[in-house]
């Protein structure tokens, strides 16, 4: 062995033993059986927990958990494009302060924002009093500890995510391809359409992976905006192995979720290339 | 700014900066409301920054935080700092498997994570505590240091190391007078970060931490189910400007050190 491979064997056997082995183990363990009152582990091989994830109950907290990722998403996209965009046609200074100012708030600390995000959804916060001064609500707005809240708080923690991507992806275009494209006769949509959209389209793709898995197996959001019941995949699993202690269900629905998310990114591989193609 | 020309993404972008700051500030101007009910505005006062630090359970959370990130800070350097050096010259396949490895943790949900190692312990019959907390933070902290340190050695031209042996350096002389220097700043902002992270994590804690240890942010996490109340203001504000500060360093370290170095080396590494 060369002197320079010896630099790998510390990362390499810590990896092996605290992040390979666990998930092997998780793997192993979705495939056995529990006995809740003994606590005995048996290995049957089968498919039981598998099955039993298509239980109404859960099979509907997957498609949930599909559900708000995929809008989370499409929210964060829908609003760090422009934000993206308007950042990069600045000048280096202001772009480097709002550029700060977008990632600052996600340094802070992950619970602080959450619990500032319960602080604004309450009924009679902020936002429940402007909703119901400006009349558009009669009583209260109710959105705390419902899905919607789990959607909004997810926004609000993610939106950095999908705004760097694009914002790096966007910030390349000289302003004199803009320019061309306006000389040319192209009006405010057409511009948007076949010049800023194609050249933001790899800054997306980059953002939508990142929000979009981090999204699904999130556990703090729905735990404390969605108030606490099993609302999502990450609840069921936590709630499994930390509560009811039936690991080998805890592990199938692990190892469901890591085959949804494999199962979105080659999706979304395979849209891109054919995107490339045609 | 070129407002009249953007109208409508200046409105939305506005908006946006809106929405991620002002509940921020809600929370610290909360921290100062002498309003106990924070139904509305009484005016200022410390009172509940006295109490939060008053709080022995907060402090002795913070405590114990504070040990954990040191350790995972500690721990983690030494694995990154020896897995880049051999990433740099090692053959392209076992770097490209190398970075799977180190994508797949960053990228892992961490509830699956945190699931995997608190089974693992069971497993093995290895009480949960403080030793794990340390272990699990370790481990994707060790992934997020590997892909900073990644970076500002690709900054770093190999040419400066050729010249340095060709003027007569030996692979030591080398390796301390140029490579380390020019590693340095990134070790010092991955360090930061490795901080910061495990300063702030949740849900590896809440796995790992067993009955005997309790983090701030578990403390937190426990607090805001049930409640708002002034006290959890203070110590989030509190919080807040701690993270805030701390990745402030890092980032002007950063760009303090990329002037410096400027023309001597290139710069790279955001």
Same mark, same amino acid.
């Given at each position: 062995?060369?002197?320079?491979?010896?630099?790998?064997?510390?990362?390499?056997?810590?990896?092996?033993?605290?992040?390979?082995?666990?998930?092997?183990?998780?793997?192993?363990?979705?495939?056995?059986?529990?006995?809740?009152?003994?606590?005995?582990?048996?290995?049957?091989?089968?498919?039981?927990?598998?099955?039993?994830?298509?239980?109404?109950?859960?099979?509907?907290?997957?498609?949930?958990?599909?559900?708000?990722?995929?809008?989370?998403?499409?929210?964060?996209?829908?609003?760090?494009?422009?934000?993206?965009?308007?950042?990069?046609?600045?000048?280096?200074?202001?772009?480097?302060?709002?550029?700060?100012?977008?990632?600052?708030?996600?340094?802070?600390?992950?619970?602080?924002?959450?619990?500032?995000?319960?602080?604004?959804?309450?009924?009679?916060?902020?936002?429940?009093?402007?909703?119901?001064?400006?009349?558009?609500?009669?009583?209260?707005?109710?959105?705390?500890?419902?899905?919607?809240?789990?959607?909004?708080?997810?926004?609000?923690?993610?939106?950095?995510?999908?705004?760097?991507?694009?914002?790096?992806?966007?910030?390349?275009?000289?302003?004199?391809?803009?320019?061309?494209?306006?000389?040319?006769?192209?009006?405010?949509?057409?511009?948007?359409?076949?010049?800023?959209?194609?050249?933001?389209?790899?800054?997306?793709?980059?953002?939508?992976?990142?929000?979009?898995?981090?999204?699904?197996?999130?556990?703090?959001?729905?735990?404390?905006?969605?108030?606490?019941?099993?609302?999502?995949?990450?609840?069921?699993?936590?709630?499994?192995?930390?509560?009811?202690?039936?690991?080998?269900?805890?592990?199938?629905?692990?190892?469901?979720?890591?085959?949804?998310?494999?199962?979105?990114?080659?999706?979304?591989?395979?849209?891109?290339?054919?995107?490339?193609?045609? | 700014?070129?407002?009249?020309?953007? !109208?409508?993404?200046?409105?939305?972008?506005? *908006? &946006?900066? %809106?929405? #991620?700051? /002002?509940? $921020?500030?809600?929370?610290?101007?909360?921290?100062?409301?002498?309003?106990?009910?924070?139904?509305?505005?009484?005016?200022?006062?410390?009172?509940?920054?006295?109490?939060?630090?008053?709080?022995?359970?907060?402090?002795?959370?913070?405590?114990?935080?504070?040990?954990?990130?040191?350790?995972?800070?500690?721990?983690?350097?030494?694995?990154?700092?020896?897995?880049?050096?051999?990433?740099?010259?090692?053959?392209?396949?076992?770097?490209?498997?190398?970075?799977?490895?180190?994508?797949?943790?960053?990228?892992?949900?961490?509830?699956?994570?945190?699931?995997?190692?608190?089974?693992?312990?069971?497993?093995?019959?290895?009480?949960?505590?403080?030793?794990?907390?340390?272990? !699990?933070?370790?481990?994707?902290?060790?992934? *997020? &240091?590997? %892909?900073? #340190?990644? /970076?500002? $050695?690709?900054?770093?031209?190999?040419?400066?190391?050729?010249?340095?042996?060709?003027?007569?350096?030996?692979?030591?002389?080398?390796?301390?007078?140029?490579?380390?220097?020019?590693?340095?700043?990134?070790?010092?902002?991955?360090?930061?970060?490795?901080?910061?992270?495990?300063?702030?994590?949740?849900?590896?804690?809440?796995?790992?931490?067993?009955?005997?240890?309790?983090?701030?942010?578990?403390?937190?996490?426990?607090?805001?189910?049930?409640?708002?109340?002034?006290?959890?203001?203070?110590?989030?504000?509190?919080?807040?400007?701690?993270?805030?500060?701390?990745?402030?360093?890092?980032?002007?370290?950063?760009?303090?050190?990329?002037?410096?170095?400027?023309?001597?080396?290139?710069?790279?590494?955001?």
């Amino acid at each position: 062995m060369r002197p320079r491979t010896l630099l790998l064997v510390p990362s390499l056997l810590w990896f092996t033993a605290f992040f390979v082995a666990p998930l092997v183990l998780v793997l192993i363990h979705s495939f056995g059986r529990m006995d809740l009152v003994t606590f005995e582990m048996r290995f049957d091989w089968n498919l039981q927990n598998y099955r039993n994830i298509l239980d109404p109950i859960y099979f509907r907290t997957l498609l949930r958990s599909l559900a708000l990722s995929t809008s989370t998403t499409i929210l964060c996209a829908l609003v760090g494009l422009p934000v993206a965009y308007f950042i990069s046609r600045q000048n280096d200074r202001w772009q480097r302060g709002l550029l700060v100012l977008v990632i600052v708030p996600f340094w802070t600390s992950f619970v602080v924002r959450i619990y500032a995000m319960v602080n604004a959804l309450e009924n009679g916060g902020p936002i429940d009093t402007l909703a119901r001064d400006l009349h558009l609500v009669s009583g209260r707005i109710n959105v705390l500890y419902t899905p919607k809240a789990i959607a909004i708080g997810m926004l609000y923690s993610y939106l950095p995510l999908m705004v760097l991507p694009i914002y790096v992806a966007l910030e390349r275009i000289h302003p004199s391809v803009l320019d061309a494209a306006s000389d040319l006769g192209a009006n405010g949509w057409q511009l948007f359409r076949r010049v800023i959209l194609p050249l933001a389209v790899p800054g997306l793709a980059a953002g939508a992976v990142i929000v979009g898995i981090s999204a699904t197996g999130e556990y703090v959001i729905p735990e404390i905006l969605g108030g606490g019941k099993t609302l999502m995949l990450g609840n069921v699993i936590a709630d499994q192995f930390l509560n009811v202690g039936d690991y080998p269900f805890g592990s199938a629905i692990a190892v469901s979720l890591l085959l949804v998310l494999t199962l979105l990114l080659l999706v979304g591989r395979g849209t891109q290339r054919m995107e490339a193609i045609t | 700014m070129n407002l009249r020309r953007h !109208g409508f993404v200046a409105l939305v972008s506005l *908006f &946006a900066l %809106l929405f #991620l700051w /002002a509940p $921020l500030a809600m929370v610290s101007a909360n921290a100062f409301n002498r309003n106990e009910l924070l139904t509305g505005w009484d005016g200022a006062t410390l009172q509940w920054f006295r109490e939060a630090i008053g709080d022995a359970q907060i402090r002795d959370a913070l405590r114990q935080t504070l040990i954990i990130c040191m350790l995972c800070t500690a721990l983690t350097l030494p694995l990154a700092i020896s897995a880049v050096l051999w990433w740099r010259g090692a053959a392209r396949r076992a770097r490209r498997w190398f970075d799977v490895l180190v994508y797949l943790n960053v990228i892992l949900p961490e509830v699956v994570f945190a699931s995997a190692m608190f089974l693992l312990f069971v497993r093995l019959h290895v009480s949960t505590g403080l030793v794990a907390v340390v272990i !699990g933070h370790s481990v994707w902290n060790t992934a *997020f &240091a590997i %892909l900073i #340190l990644q /970076a500002r $050695l690709s900054a770093l031209d190999p040419a400066l190391e050729e010249a340095a042996a060709d003027l007569g350096a030996n692979t030591w002389q080398v390796f301390r007078r140029v490579t380390v220097p020019g590693l340095l700043p990134g070790v010092l902002v991955a360090a930061l970060i490795v901080f910061t992270f495990s300063f702030d994590d949740v849900v590896t804690s809440f796995f790992l931490a067993g009955s005997q240890v309790n983090t701030l942010p578990l403390v937190l996490f426990g607090l805001i189910r049930f409640h708002v109340t002034p006290e959890i203001n203070a110590i989030g504000a509190l919080v807040m400007i701690f993270t805030a500060s701390v990745t402030l360093v890092a980032y002007v370290v950063l760009s303090r050190v990329n002037k410096i170095r400027r023309g001597a080396l290139p710069t790279g590494l955001a």
